[in-house]
Each structure stands twice: as C-alpha cells, then as structure tokens.
C-alpha cells in the first residue's frame, strides 16, 4: 500500500506526504503527455495540411460560408468570394520542418492532455476541501477546462483564419510580395489560438478571485463601460481587418464572458455598522 493510500485511509498527511502525493500527479501527467506526444508525433503528417494549414485556402469551411453569407450581407460583410485565395507556406531553414513537427506535436498533447491535468489537480486539492465546498471546484475544474477548449476552438475557426487572411492580403506596395515562412504561420497559429483558449478562462479566473474576496459583482458592474472598451481595443488588435463583422466576431464573445463573470462572482459583503 502506498502512502497516499495509507495517510488517505487515517485522513492526516504531513507536508512531505503532500509533496509526495504531488510529485506522483505531476509524474502521471508527464507519462500521459508522453504517450500522447508519440501518438500526435505519428498522426501530424496526416492532419497538417487538412487541419494546420486549412486556412491557407480558399476552400477552408470559414470561408466557403462567409462567401455564402456575404452575398446577401451587403456592406457589413467582408468579402470572401474570391475562390482562388491561396498562401503556399515556404521554409527558409534546413531543419525547421522537423522541429516544428515536434513542437506543434507537443502543444497538440498540451491540448489533449489538459482534461487530465484538470482530474490530477482536482484529486490533489480535494482532500482540503470540505464537503460542500467539493462540489462547487469540481464543477469550476470542468467548466474552465471546457471554456478552454470552446475559446480554442474559436481561435482556430474564427479569429486566426480572418486574421490571417486580412494580413496576407494586405500590401503596403504592389513591388512588396507576401512570402509566409512556416515559422511565421505557426507562431501566429499557436499563439492567437491559445490565447483565445486562455480568454475564455475569464469566468473562472472572476470566480476565484471572488471566492478569494477580492472580486466583487458590483465591482464588475461598475466598471462593465471601460470593460467594453478595453474588449473592443482588444478585439481590434486582434482582428485588423476593422470591417464590423469581423470585429463583432470577436468582440461578442468577450463581452459574453464578461457577462457570465458578473453571473458567477458574489456580491460584495455587507458593510458592518
């Protein structure tokens, strides 16, 4: 029996017991990252060009629908019926290829491995906790972890392919030609796709800085005007394109999640006479 099992079953564990408890989450989240790595390894090569790079063409899904739309979207929509979009990425470096095939590798198991990270952390704090208090984190651990994966996914649909396609449309000159480099294309990939992911974890960050005591429903409230102006410069910097869809795309499911933060936090304590 190991010594988690054992201080589990008298119910007291001194720090090194903790720590001990910790250092084996943290070993089975690394074997887990591993075996995923491997198995992301193998399958890049089939999924890189129909899923990485699908928004380098015109027949990415986004597009195709937007063309769609547009045609009865009027001035309001951007314009998406050029069928013959199409950026070749090219690679400038011997062995950038073979090192981004291991790094996007990784980050894909970062991706996949997350719901896990999510149980392992749940199953270390759960002890301290008490009963009624078990319930409310498990339910934010799930909530974060899906509000991660929804903001992934609408970094990837949404926010990068409009992005990318307005900048590798854009000229300062008609001497000037855009040359994409792979590590160009998968910083930007990575990094709006996983800060998107990151964003969409704002309800749950409100919720525990309010069970903490320093967040407040009213405090949101009060300032939700220069909340919506920090969104729209953000959303701004994030899609430059600036046509209104575009910027509504993104713009909208921030304030949303502004929105539910208020929902979720407490109300600030009542002042005592």
Known sequence: MSAEEQNTQTGEMSFWDHLETLRWALFRVIIVLFVLLVGCFIAMPHIFDPFVLGPTDSGFFLYQWLGELGKNGGRFMPDFSDDTFHVDIININVATQFLTHITTSFWFSLVLVFPYLMYEIWKFVRPALFPDEQKGVKTAFVAGGSLFYIGCAVGYIVVFPLTFRFLTQYTIGDAVVNQISLNSYMSNFLTIIFVMGLVF?????????????????????????????????????????????????????????YEVSILIVKPAPPEEE
């Open 201 to 257: 974890e704002m309800p749950m960050l409100a919720w525990l800085l309010s069970s903490l005591g320093i967040l407040h429903k009213e405090f949101l409230k009060q300032y939700r005007s220069y909340a919506v102006v920090v969104m729209l410069v953000l959303a701004a910097m994030i899609t430059p394109s600036g046509d209104p869809f575009t910027l509504s795309v993104v713009f909208l499911p921030l304030y949303l999640l």
